[in-house]
């Protein structure tokens, strides 16, 4: 492949918008690296997906540090395509991962402790060969370990220099609101929640996340927008035998009833009135709530990613 030069018209296009009451600007639409980016994947197409992210001015690009597969692979990937092509840009991107969920064999492998927070964070910026990340996350609540010892390893990160800021993942609301005065209070203020926010999953907005995260000058910004394929035209005339569905991992054919198929068809019915794709009115609609930064997509192709881009046309 051959030596890569940013396109000159990398943001002309792309429209940013300030997160919660921070300084930071986020693209509208963020680059997830949760599938596509493993080890198990080809390289020189997730290289490509990268360079043209950047091309299109998606600054922003999520890991975390079991991504892949395997675990921890999409921040390898990252970290070669970091040498190959994007070291000259490190300052015009804003890049975050995040430690939660299980990661490596023990009791320190997972959940929130102080211990596992930055024990993932130092292996994180080995394999993105960064020196730090933009933004880290605590990537779930953990019940089990006092909620300031998860937020003061937050704090200590930041004061290290080994991330400029620290996002909360998946916690629920009462938590979240614990989370938020104890950051505010040591100087280190939230500035963003990523949950999993579409038109089938509106728990953020029901359970008054995202109303909690306007009034304290939180950002936000939406995972699984498409609900892993569901709000596409992707499963309206049943289940494809290489659909996420048809391998049942994180879709099940259980999952398509009756009502959900009709559904579905009557929102495709009703993009296509408006001339886009049912993945298109999806991702407009979770832009069009109030109080969102940012969504989140994932991409297997360069073509893939252009289509999602057209939610902000």
């Given at each position: 492949?051959?030596?890569?030069?940013?396109?000159?018209?990398?943001?002309?296009?792309?429209?940013?918008?300030?997160?919660?009451?921070?300084?930071?600007?986020?693209?509208?639409?963020?680059?997830?690296?949760?599938?596509?980016?493993?080890?198990?994947?080809d390289?020189?197409?997730?290289?490509?997906?990268?360079r043209?992210?950047?091309?299109?001015?998606?600054?922003?690009?999520?890991?975390?540090?079991?991504?892949?597969?395997?675990?921890?692979?999409?921040?390898?990937?990252?970290?070669?395509?970091?040498?190959?092509?994007?070291?000259?840009y490190?300052?015009?991107?804003?890049?975050?991962?995040?430690?939660?969920?299980?990661?490596?064999?023990?009791?320190?492998?997972?959940?929130?402790?102080?211990?596992?927070?930055?024990?993932?964070?130092?292996?994180?910026?080995?394999?993105?060969?960064?020196d730090?990340?933009d933004?880290?996350?605590?990537?779930?609540?953990?019940?089990?370990?006092?909620?300031?010892?998860?937020?003061?390893?937050?704090?200590?990160?930041?004061?290290?220099?080994?991330?400029?800021?620290?996002?909360?993942?998946?916690?629920?609301?009462?938590?979240?609101?614990?989370?938020?005065?104890?950051?505010?209070?040591?100087d280190?203020?939230?500035?963003?929640?990523?949950?999993?926010?579409?038109m089938?999953?509106?728990?953020?907005?029901?359970?008054?996340?995202?109303?909690?995260?306007?009034?304290?000058?939180?950002?936000?910004?939406?995972?699984?927008?498409?609900?892993?394929?569901?709000?596409?035209?992707?499963?309206?005339?049943?289940?494809?035998?290489?659909s996420?569905?048809?391998r049942?991992?994180?879709?099940?054919?259980?999952?398509?009833?009756?009502?959900?198929?009709?559904?579905?068809?009557?929102?495709?019915?009703?993009?296509?009135?408006?001339?886009?794709?049912?993945?298109?009115?999806?991702?407009?609609?979770?832009?069009?709530?109030?109080?969102?930064?940012?969504?989140?997509?994932?991409?297997?192709?360069?073509?893939?990613?252009?289509?999602?881009?057209?939610?902000?046309?």
């Amino acid at each position: 492949m051959e030596n890569y030069v940013a396109s000159d018209k990398r943001y002309d296009a792309m429209r940013y918008v300030r997160c919660g009451r921070s300084g930071v600007l986020l693209p509208q639409v963020s680059l997830g690296m949760w599938h596509n980016f493993g080890g198990v994947d080809d390289y020189q197409r997730s290289r490509s997906i990268l360079r043209h992210a950047f091309d299109r001015g998606i600054t922003h690009l999520d890991l975390a540090n079991n991504y892949g597969p395997p675990y921890g692979s999409a921040e390898e990937t990252l970290g070669r395509v970091m040498d190959d092509d994007l070291r000259p840009y490190r300052d015009e991107l804003f890049i975050s991962t995040k430690a939660g969920y299980d990661m490596w064999a023990g009791p320190y492998g997972e959940w929130g402790s102080r211990k596992y927070l930055m024990a993932s964070l130092d292996q994180s910026l080995r394999r993105m060969h960064l020196d730090y990340v933009d933004l880290f996350y605590s990537h779930r609540y953990d019940p089990n370990t006092p909620v300031e010892e998860t937020l003061q390893a937050l704090v200590d990160i930041v004061r290290q220099g080994k991330a400029l800021y620290v996002g909360i993942s998946n916690w629920p609301l009462e938590p979240l609101r614990i989370g938020i005065d104890y950051l505010k209070a040591h100087d280190v203020p939230l500035l963003i929640y990523q949950g999993k926010l579409n038109m089938l999953h509106r728990d953020p907005i029901d359970e008054g996340i995202l109303r909690l995260c306007q009034q304290e000058g939180v950002g936000f910004i939406a995972f699984s927008p498409l609900a892993q394929g569901l709000l596409t035209d992707r499963y309206l005339n049943g289940v494809p035998d290489d659909s996420r569905m048809a391998r049942g991992h994180f879709l099940r054919r259980e999952m398509l009833s009756d009502d959900l198929l009709q559904q579905l068809r009557q929102w495709n019915d009703e993009a296509q009135q408006r001339g886009m794709t049912m993945a298109e009115r999806a991702l407009r609609w979770i832009l069009e709530q109030q109080g969102v930064t940012s969504v989140l997509v994932g991409a297997s192709s360069t073509e893939q990613l252009d289509k999602n881009l057209k939610c902000i046309e």
